[in-house]
């Protein structure tokens, strides 16, 4: 087996690995993996090709990084759960009748910490997240 053959299987493990991660950490090193390839097929010996890998991924990883908080789709607001700070969301219900918390895009299980009743169209506070359930005032 070739160097080249070597860096490219590597690669591709690492570009399938960074389907099951979320922080291009993999996506990172499997390009430079790709470049390290690039030197492996100009023929550099094996100590150049790390340099290669290691200078690739040292730029790329913090590179796609800020790429990623720059141009990511999401600009949401929401601090994590437990973190106490109120944020408004919106009542609504499903076709099946069950009743869901309407909070920046996404729909989430609601319960009222005080057992009052749920009302469809309602603006209502959200003290804080019980695994994915929202607790409402």
Known sequence: ???????????????????????????????????AMSAALLDQGATVQWFVFALAAGVLAPGLKWLFRRYAPSRRTSCLAGEGQLQEGEITQLETGEYRLRFEGDLFMVRSASNAPLIVGARVMICRFDGITAIIE
Do not use: K, N, R, T
């Open 1 to 35: 087996m070739l160097a080249w053959h070597g860096w490219l299987i590597v690669a591709l493990l690492l570009l399938l690995l960074e389907l099951l991660s979320l922080g291009f950490f993999a996506l990172a090193l499997g390009l430079a993996a790709l470049v």
